[in-house]
């Protein structure tokens, strides 16, 4: 059984920095084809992907957040760290992070989730 | 990067409709193409991946087609269970389309 959790701050200051963490279990993302996203979704809107990270630690991201996003994994704790610099009122959303399957390697799409965390930004 | 278009963005319908919703990229993505649903206060669940495969579990009456830049989703007998919300996506940059909220009539 595959799972997903998101952990982090429900509170973040503008101009900081906030880190989450997902948390998995079910699958190892050493394993080909095996790949970790970050989605968001601020409150009533559309859906955002932010960034992936792959088996073979190649890294993207969203082209117009590229600058202030950097994503990780340590495969021996099954955990991808998101950080997202220079947080802003805008960014206020439910961040998801989700088990993707073949990016650029016959996509299979994000199959598992996360439950999401609810980030605010607010002085 | 690849926008992508869906419509309606929202459509009214009864239990046993059948249920049409498009999405347009701005480029050809051949095949490369999801369907999520989510309702409210859940995370999304995969429903079609490569345009028309179905998602294992997912119920037959969801189908999907279309390749280049013209996608469908079809829900082919509308069930008390599928009023959400509809995301598609795209496998080049991962974007997503804004949504198509099903609605009871």
């Known amino acids: 059984q595959v799972t997903l959790r998101e952990s982090g701050p429900a509170l973040v200051k503008p101009t900081q920095t906030l880190t989450l963490t997902c948390t998995f279990s079910g699958f190892s993302l050493s394993t080909g084809g095996m790949c970790v996203s970050w989605v968001r979704q601020p409150p009533g809107k559309a859906l955002e992907w932010l960034a992936l990270i792959n088996w073979d630690d190649d890294k993207y991201y969203s082209a117009s957040l590229k600058t202030r996003l950097t994503i990780s994994k340590d495969t021996s704790k099954n955990q991808v760290v998101l950080t997202m610099t220079n947080m802003d009122p805008v960014d206020t959303a439910t961040y998801y992070c989700?088990?993707?399957?073949?990016?650029?390697?016959?996509?299979?799409?994000?199959?598992?989730w996360g439950q999401g965390t609810l980030v605010t930004v607010s002085s | 990067d690849i926008q992508m278009t869906q419509s309606p963005s929202s459509v009214s319908a009864s239990v046993g409709d059948r249920v049409t919703i498009t999405c347009r990229a701005s480029?050809?993505?051949?095949?490369?193409l999801a369907w999520y649903q989510q309702k409210p206060g859940k995370a999304p669940n995969l429903l079609i991946y490569?345009?028309?495969s179905l998602q294992s579990g997912v119920p037959s009456r969801f189908s999907g087609s279309g390749s280049g830049t013209d996608f469908t989703l079809t829900i082919s007998s509308l069930q008390p269970e599928d009023f959400a919300t509809y995301f598609c996506q795209e496998a080049n940059s991962l974007t997503f389309g804004g949504g198509t909220k099903v609605e009871i009539k």
């Open positions: 480029q050809g993505i051949r095949s490369w």
């Open positions: 490569a345009s028309s």
């Open positions: 989700a088990r993707t399957l073949g990016y650029r390697y016959g996509y299979m799409g994000l199959d598992s």
